[in-house]
């Protein structure tokens, strides 16, 4: 890490670059979705009152006026604000404020829009939290999770296909022909990395579902994926595996989850495949500990989306649900939740700012990081190069070897081959934003380890 201490990272992502997509993000994007939220909660006015009764209006009323102040703060640039509740994170939160502080040049408040964008779109959600933690008794509200629902359910017939597709696999595939084995993990990764395609986040809550049967179209996709490091996963894996998982009690796979709907069903799907035939042992999934970016998972979608798929009437969606019930039942598959997944930090902080989540994602065999906002923090959100190797703009983080799939949704993008950025953007402008292209990229060791070894 010498060369780390004296290395000065590139400026973040922020929507002090006018016309910017962070500049678009937080001007047209975020005041929507906080209009959207106010509406949200003044929908639900009677069905506070009915469960709460009038106290439960009220609260209504307290939140509403609190978020209108907020989207007002946000439109007029107005410095941020410390948190006031007393969460179990207020405190970090308002530390790293004070970090932002300092890094601002001549002692301009931070703001919405001068600002790191993914400092100030990530406070926003805290914010929406904090509002709603402030107006009890109506605290546990989750004024995404209708959004979710409905994602789900426009997602039906691709869920149905993904599960039959799935059961007939298992079904067929002869576990012991590595050849076949690793042909369908292929296939089930990338319909996960696509399924990354349907966040919420991005179309300001506006409907974006999987319609159509996704593994039809995984050849037509190959083309846009920048970077696909899905065979060195694959060698990861089988080496691994091999000797038998780094604690020899067999391959742990970690999924830091996103979203919610048919996403997280791509998710539990390839989390299954590994299971079945013998590829991961154990698999620990990550989630939100508060509704967060619209449509990331929290552990009420996680439960419930298990119950809606084994309560399903079509029978191999069914047979999936409950399957995935029994992974949970007996300890296959757990759910965790750490604060640290709903802080700002560049996920190089976390060494220092979560040490106990650090020193858990370093008894993995694979960390699988699924989404935008996660590769975001894997890269600190910056104006890297393009060409800049992943391992560098992870800036020392590596708990256990990891991949990041995602869909490009924000201008962030290292990795690439000389050339290969400008290509593209005589091609198509909006290749980084328009969710269209996407990459798997992986790193197991860095510089150091392998000098080292
Ligand atoms: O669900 P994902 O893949 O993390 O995407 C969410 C993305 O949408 C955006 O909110 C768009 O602003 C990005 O900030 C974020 O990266
Ligand atoms: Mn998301």
Redesign the pocket.
């Known amino acids: 890490m010498a060369a780390d201490q004296v290395f000065i990272p590139p400026p973040s992502l922020s929507a002090k670059f006018e016309g910017s997509f962070a500049y678009l ?1 937080v001007r047209d ?1 975020l005041p929507t979705i906080l209009t959207k939220v106010i509406d949200t909660i003044h929908r639900n006015k009677n069905n506070f009152l009915e469960k709460h009764g009038q106290v439960g209006v009220d609260a209504e009323k307290r939140a509403i006026s609190f978020l209108s102040k907020l989207r007002n703060e946000l439109q007029t640039d107005k410095p941020i604000l410390p948190l006031t509740d007393s969460a179990d994170d207020t405190e970090v939160w308002n530390r790293y404020m004070q970090r932002q502080q300092d890094l601002m040049e001549d002692r301009q408040p931070v703001s919405w829009f001068k600002s790191p964008w993914l400092y100030v ?1 990530c406070y926003m959600y805290r914010k929406i939290q904090e509002a709603l933690w402030l107006s009890p008794p109506i605290g546990d509200f989750d004024a995404f999770k209708e959004v979710k629902t409905k994602s789900f359910f426009e997602s039906q017939q691709a869920i149905i296909s993904l599960c039959t597709y799935l059961r007939e696999i298992l079904a067929n595939t002869d576990t012991s022909k590595k050849e076949s084995v690793f042909e369908q993990f292929l296939r089930f990764l990338q319909v996960s990395l696509w399924g ?1 395609r349907c ?1 919420l ?2 179309s300001a809550g506006q409907e974006n579902s999987q319609k159509t049967s996704p593994m039809d179209s995984l050849s037509d996709l190959r083309c846009f994926i920048l970077v696909d490091d899905s065979e060195k996963v694959w060698s990861m894996l089988t080496s691994v595996q091999a000797s038998g998982g780094t604690d020899k009690r067999g391959f742990r796979l970690d999924i830091i989850l ?2 919610a709907g048919f996403e997280l069903i791509s998710d539990l799907v390839l989390a299954d495949f590994m299971v079945s035939v013998g590829l991961a042992k154990e698999v620990r999934f990550h989630g939100k500990s508060i509704p967060w ?1 619209v ?1 990331d998972v929290t552990k009420q979608d996680f439960d419930w989306t298990l119950s809606q798929t084994a309560a399903s009437n079509h029978n191999h969606t069914s047979f999936c649900g409950a399957q995935w019930k029994r992974h949970v039942k007996d300890g296959t598959w757990t759910y965790h939740d750490h604060r640290f997944w709903t802080l700002p930090h560049e996920f190089c902080d976390m060494p220092e700012d979560a040490a106990d989540l650090y020193s858990t994602l370093q008894g993995s065999d694979l960390i699988l990081f699924k ?4 590769y ?1 923090r894997l890269t600190g959100d910056r104006t890297w190069e393009h060409t800049v190797p992943f391992e560098r703009a992870l800036r020392g983080f590596l708990p256990a070897p990891l991949c990041s799939i ?1 869909t490009l ?2 201008n962030v993008q290292v990795g690439l081959e000389p050339g290969q950025a400008e290509k593209l953007t005589s091609q198509d402008a909006e290749w980084m934003t328009s969710g269209r292209y996407a990459v798997i990229q992986f790193c197991s060791q860095n510089k150091e380890q392998q000098q080292g070894s």
């Open positions: 993000t994007r779109e990354n966040d986040s991005i996103d979203n970016f449509s989404g935008d906002l996660n975001r995602r949704k924000a």
